[in-house]
């Protein structure tokens, strides 16, 4: 069966995870991938955990691990002269090339559009980096955790009277990641209509803020500041977190209709208290919403989450697990729709992989290679897919060309 | 637009709410989008938050917000008439993306097979809770559900208090941006063979990806991570508690102490504006930062708790723009913690000029919106035109386009196909 992107090939020098998943998405229906890294200046991620049995190591980490796999590895020197002339033909490879460096650092290295497009006119590049190319807070660097708060993520996470609650990892990165792959495929569509190339520049944070756009109009339009609020919805109740049987167990419940607050009624077995006109309408339930949180939840302390979650979604009520990493490997919906890959790594064995979240029907995704070790793939791609020699390759080796 | 990337295609967007996004992005990148509304207006019409607090179809904030780039016929799809309208827009279409619960197109005699039969290079997205198959396929998911079911709410908010997730609806924008790259992956495909597909869009599936790692820990190291309020936890490491967020005047900011090239230039620096307060301890001015490991044993315990209280006073006596403007001129890798308010006067901002009016007649001003966060050296990416009013392009397409005359579309009125 052909793969979906199997024509097309990547020269990537994105660290981090934006980029890095930008990539690996693309990788997994089909585009051949060169990651180029240096053993000087690791991807920041490499050296980060979870680490297999928790013993770090820069081919340990599954941060790094979830978003390289299904491409090729290599390390090289971009301040050896030699190192860069080796990029440039790991670009003359390729159809598009993938950077996240801070703004300025392709340039630098002479590795610009302006420069490569010179080699190769119909060249594609994408650049996503923090807050775009340009503007007087470019080149500050950050990670995803920094893009979250910049634009606006934190600020609306947590409960409104005390500090906002932290959004785990990077949110941002995979908002970018997947604006990346839009843009690439746009951009492939139209060079194959005009044989044209062209620049991408792709700004993390602005990224986010398009999941952002309706409480940015509302202050626009109404001056009104949208704020934290912990679990509450202002169109639901009973709307939040619940705790059920076990240590922190928890279901969420939402419940917004009439029909839903009479399913959820009958679930619980009719208790009087739920028959009190305080809570009749959805303006009462708001109005009394920290008792009826409180009376909810009697009623789940008594039942396991799943249990909750099980007889809520059969009566037509919208409640889901709060699921800890671990339930996420025996979730019956991700592993029917084939979420989780597991593929063996060269340093740490058989390992467990996310998936990117469609089914193509023609032409589905596949993970079928490991996230590479430092350099794993140097031989392969040195020898074979560039062409040198194996004389050269090992005199490049010993000038320290593929540190 | 002839010059947008993607003029020569054409999208049916059937999308509520939870798939607005994906026909957005399309119609961004210069995809003739035609959003189609059931007669009346589409449900998601009804979600706030309301120009001027009015609630009315033509004045929601989140309609307009998502719907903008795209032209509005009302169809209905359901009515003999409306279908046979549909399936010949379908044969000038390159994309149809649909939110429908699994089975209702089927019902409707409108599955990606028989579309083929009508244009085999059709590509048809569908976006649900959780996915076309499988035991969970007819739930209900709304935006917390998917968050507790990705796994992301069980590591986010205060230990003493029930997880959170945030406080604007997200999953199904996850779910309208997963969609719309999809179907462009579909598109290269469809390019080369002629071939079009049927994507299938699961919520939660492209949730459980969004927290990045946390599958990881249990993946290598049996390890669940939790929630810690303004902390990480993290596993095998020193500090396993790693405070992230800081208060300071007038709100807070983002600071991960961290080393090597992202943590180095921007702690030393730190460590000297505090100096030159007089709030740097003594043990912080003599690190040496350029080969300081924040999980290593340059600090004492105490030393370690000692610089989180020093570096906490001195955040509390600036303000969030104070310390961003220093950290920009100082290189210290600090964020603040924008409201919307703070994002509308972002300098960086306003200097890619990000910000764009768009005049509203029907609601009698302009409305600020954010642009696309892409911009192509070769074709512009923008805000072209604002949401449809309902039924806007009705006779666009359907007289100019369709070749129905004006009599057609009265009688399809009256059978309230359109």
């Given at each position: 069966?052909?793969?979906a992107l199997e024509d097309i090939k990547i020269a990537d020098f994105t660290?981090?995870?934006?980029g890095?998943?930008c990539t690996?998405y693309l990788a997994?229906y089909g585009a051949q991938i060169i990651?180029v890294?240096?053993?000087?200046?690791?991807?920041?991620?490499?050296?980060?955990?979870?680490?297999?049995?928790?013993?770090?190591?820069?081919?340990?980490?599954?941060?790094?691990?979830?978003?390289?796999?299904?491409?090729?590895?290599?390390?090289?020197?971009?301040?050896?002269?030699?190192?860069l002339?080796?990029a440039r033909k790991i670009i003359m490879w390729s159809d598009v090339v993938a950077e996240s460096f801070?703004p300025?650092i392709m340039n630098?290295l002479g590795l610009g559009y302006d420069d490569i497009k010179q080699m190769k006119p119909e060249i594609i590049m994408i650049s996503l980096s923090?807050?775009g190319q340009t503007?007087?807070?470019?080149?500050?660097?950050?990670?995803?955790?920094?893009?979250?708060?910049?634009?606006?993520?934190?600020?609306?996470?947590?409960?409104?009277?005390?500090?906002?609650?932290?959004?785990?990892?990077?949110?941002?990165?995979?908002?970018?990641?997947?604006y990346g792959v839009a843009a690439v495929m746009v951009a492939l569509a139209q060079r194959q209509r005009t044989g044209k190339g062209q620049y991408i520049d792709l700004s993390?944070?602005?990224?986010?803020?398009?999941?952002?756009?309706?409480?940015?109009?509302?202050?626009?339009?109404?001056?009104?500041?949208?704020?934290?609020?912990?679990?509450?919805?202002?169109?639901?109740?009973?709307?939040?977190?619940?705790?059920?049987?076990?240590?922190?167990?928890?279901?969420?419940?939402?419940?917004?209709?009439?029909?839903?607050?009479?399913?959820?009624?009958?679930?619980?077995?009719?208790?009087?208290?739920?028959?009190?006109?305080?809570?009749?309408?959805?303006?009462?339930?708001?109005?009394?919403?920290?008792?009826?949180?409180?009376?909810?939840?009697?009623?789940?302390?008594?039942?396991?989450?799943?249990?909750?979650?099980?007889?809520?979604?059969?009566?037509?009520?919208?409640?889901?697990?709060?699921?800890?990493?671990?339930?996420?490997?025996?979730?019956?919906?991700?592993?029917?729709?084939?979420?989780?890959?597991?593929?063996?790594?060269?340093?740490?064995?058989?390992?467990?992989?996310?998936?990117?979240?469609?089914?193509?029907?023609?032409?589905?995704?596949?993970?079928?290679?490991?996230?590479?070790?430092?350099?794993?793939?140097?031989?392969?791609?040195?020898?074979?897919?560039?062409?040198?020699?194996?004389?050269?390759?090992?005199?490049?080796?010993?000038?320290?060309?593929?540190? | 637009?002839s010059d947008c990337l993607l003029a020569p295609f054409?999208?049916?967007?059937?999308?509520?709410?939870?798939?607005?996004?994906?026909?957005?992005?399309?119609?961004d990148f210069g995809a003739?989008?035609?959003?189609?509304?059931?007669?009346?207006?589409?449900?998601?019409?009804?979600?706030?938050?309301?120009?001027?607090?009015?609630?009315?179809?033509?004045?929601?904030?989140?309609?307009?917000?998502?719907?903008?780039?795209?032209?509005?016929?009302?169809?209905?799809?359901?009515?003999?008439?409306?279908?046979?309208?549909?399936?010949?827009?379908?044969?000038?279409?390159?994309?149809?993306?649909?939110?429908?619960?699994?089975?209702?197109?089927?019902?409707?005699?409108?599955?990606?097979?028989?579309?083929?039969?009508?244009?085999?290079?059709?590509?048809?997205?569908?976006?649900?809770?959780?996915?076309?198959?499988?035991?969970?396929?007819?739930?209900?998911?709304?935006?917390?559900?998917?968050?507790?079911?990705?796994?992301?709410?069980?590591?986010?908010?205060?230990?003493?208090?029930?997880?959170?997730?945030?406080?604007?609806?997200?999953?199904?924008?996850?779910?309208?941006?997963?969609?719309?790259s999809?179907?462009l992956v579909?598109l290269h495909h469809?390019l080369l063979?002629?071939?079009?597909?049927?994507?299938?869009?699961?919520?939660?599936?492209?949730?459980?990806?969004?927290?990045?790692?946390?599958?990881?820990?249990?993946?290598?190291?049996?390890?669940?991570?939790?929630?810690?309020?303004?902390?990480?936890?993290?596993?095998?490491?020193?500090?396993?508690?790693?405070?992230?967020?800081?208060?300071?005047?007038?709100?807070?900011?983002?600071?991960?102490?961290?080393?090597?090239?992202?943590?180095?230039?921007?702690?030393?620096?730190?460590?000297?504006?505090?100096?030159?307060?007089?709030?740097?301890?003594?043990?912080?001015?003599?690190?040496?930062?350029?080969?300081?490991?924040?999980?290593?044993?340059?600090?004492?315990?105490?030393?370690?708790?000692?610089?989180?209280?020093?570096?906490?006073?001195?955040?509390?006596?600036?303000?969030?723009?104070?310390?961003?403007?220093?950290?920009?001129?100082?290189?210290?890798?600090?964020?603040?913690?924008?409201?919307?308010?703070?994002?509308?006067?972002?300098?960086?901002?306003?200097?890619?000029?990000?910000?764009?009016?768009?005049?509203?007649?029907?609601?009698?001003?302009?409305?600020?919106?954010?642009?696309p966060c892409v911009a192509f050296s070769e074709a512009p990416c923008?805000?072209?035109?604002?949401?449809?009013?309902?039924?806007?392009?009705?006779?666009?397409?359907?007289?100019?386009?369709?070749?129905?005359?004006?009599?057609?579309?009265?009688?399809?009125?009256?059978?309230?196909?359109?």
């Amino acid at each position: 069966m052909r793969k979906a992107l199997e024509d097309i090939k990547i020269a990537d020098f994105t660290w981090y995870v934006a980029g890095p998943f930008c990539t690996r998405y693309l990788a997994d229906y089909g585009a051949q991938i060169i990651k180029v890294e240096s053993s000087k200046v690791l991807d920041g991620v490499r050296p980060y955990p979870p680490y297999k049995d928790d013993i770090p190591g820069v081919n340990r980490g599954g941060y790094f691990h979830n978003y390289n796999s299904n491409k090729l590895g290599v390390t090289l020197n971009l301040r050896h002269p030699k190192g860069l002339e080796i990029a440039r033909k790991i670009i003359m490879w390729s159809d598009v090339v993938a950077e996240s460096f801070s703004p300025g650092i392709m340039n630098s290295l002479g590795l610009g559009y302006d420069d490569i497009k010179q080699m190769k006119p119909e060249i594609i590049m994408i650049s996503l980096s923090s807050k775009g190319q340009t503007g007087p807070q470019a080149r500050l660097p950050a990670v995803g955790l920094h893009l979250a708060a910049l634009s606006g993520f934190i600020n609306l996470t947590g409960w409104p009277e005390r500090d906002p609650s932290l959004l785990y990892g990077a949110y941002t990165d995979s908002i970018a990641g997947r604006y990346g792959v839009a843009a690439v495929m746009v951009a492939l569509a139209q060079r194959q209509r005009t044989g044209k190339g062209q620049y991408i520049d792709l700004s993390q944070s602005e990224a986010g803020l398009q999941f952002l756009i309706p409480p940015l109009l509302d202050y626009a339009a109404n001056g009104r500041v949208l704020n934290r609020d912990g679990n509450r919805h202002p169109a639901a109740a009973p709307h939040g977190a619940y705790r059920c049987q076990g240590e922190d167990c928890w279901c969420a419940i939402a419940v917004f209709t009439e029909e839903e607050w009479m399913a959820l009624r009958r679930v619980m077995g009719h208790p009087s208290w739920a028959g009190y006109p305080r809570f009749a309408t959805l303006a009462g339930r708001k109005r009394n919403e920290d008792e009826l949180n409180r009376l909810v939840e009697q009623w789940t302390a008594n039942h396991t989450a799943e249990e909750v979650m099980r007889l809520l979604q059969e009566a037509g009520v919208s409640a889901g697990v709060l699921e800890k990493a671990e339930d996420l490997h025996r979730d019956p919906q991700l592993a029917a729709r084939h979420h989780f890959w597991t593929v063996k790594h060269e340093e740490i064995g058989d390992s467990t992989y996310d998936g990117m979240g469609s089914i193509l029907s023609q032409t589905p995704a596949e993970l079928n290679k490991a996230a590479p070790v430092l350099g794993q793939d140097n031989l392969q791609v040195y020898t074979q897919i560039l062409g040198l020699s194996e004389a050269e390759f090992i005199d490049l080796i010993q000038q320290g060309v593929f540190e | 637009m002839s010059d947008c990337l993607l003029a020569p295609f054409r999208v049916l967007d059937l999308t509520d709410e939870k798939g607005f996004l994906c026909g957005r992005v399309l119609g961004d990148f210069g995809a003739d989008v035609i959003k189609i509304e059931p007669p009346g207006g589409d449900p998601g019409r009804a979600v706030g938050p309301f120009y001027h607090d009015m609630s009315h179809p033509e004045k929601s904030l989140y309609w307009i917000a998502y719907n903008c780039n795209k032209r509005g016929i009302t169809l209905d799809i359901r009515v003999a008439e409306g279908k046979d309208i549909f399936k010949k827009l379908v044969k000038s279409a390159d994309f149809v993306i649909e939110s429908f619960k699994p089975g209702q197109m089927a019902k409707l005699g409108l599955v990606y097979e028989n579309l083929r039969q009508i244009n085999p290079g059709i590509i048809m997205t569908s976006i649900t809770s959780f996915g076309q198959a499988g035991p969970w396929k007819d739930y209900k998911g709304s935006d917390i559900a998917l968050w507790a079911l990705s796994s992301y709410m069980y590591v986010t908010g205060d230990e003493d208090r029930p997880p959170v997730c945030p406080s604007f609806p997200q999953a199904f924008l996850h779910a309208g941006l997963e969609a719309a790259s999809a179907s462009l992956v579909a598109l290269h495909h469809r390019l080369l063979t002629g071939e079009g597909q049927w994507v299938d869009v699961s919520a939660q599936d492209a949730l459980a990806i969004v927290n990045l790692q946390n599958q990881q820990y249990w993946n290598l190291a049996r390890f669940n991570p939790k929630r810690a309020g303004s902390s990480q936890m993290l596993s095998g490491v020193r500090w396993s508690r790693q405070k992230r967020l800081w208060r300071c005047r007038d709100g807070f900011v983002i600071f991960i102490i961290s080393s090597g090239h992202m943590g180095a230039p921007g702690n030393k620096a730190l460590t000297e504006w505090m100096a030159g307060e007089g709030l740097a301890p003594e043990f912080m001015q003599k690190i040496n930062w350029e080969t300081f490991d924040p999980q290593g044993q340059e600090l004492t315990d105490e030393q370690y708790r000692g610089m989180m209280v020093a570096i906490s006073g001195f955040f509390e006596r600036h303000t969030k723009a104070e310390l961003y403007a220093g950290a920009v001129q100082k290189r210290i890798v600090l964020y603040p913690c924008n409201t919307t308010e703070d994002l509308m006067h972002d300098a960086q901002l306003q200097a890619r000029n990000f910000w764009t009016d768009m005049l509203h007649t029907q609601l009698g001003g302009t409305l600020t919106y954010p642009r696309p966060c892409v911009a192509f050296s070769e074709a512009p990416c923008d805000i072209r035109r604002r949401a449809p009013l309902i039924g806007e392009h009705n006779e666009e397409v359907y007289v100019g386009e369709l070749g129905l005359s004006k009599e057609d579309l009265g009688r399809l009125r009256e059978k309230r196909a359109i």
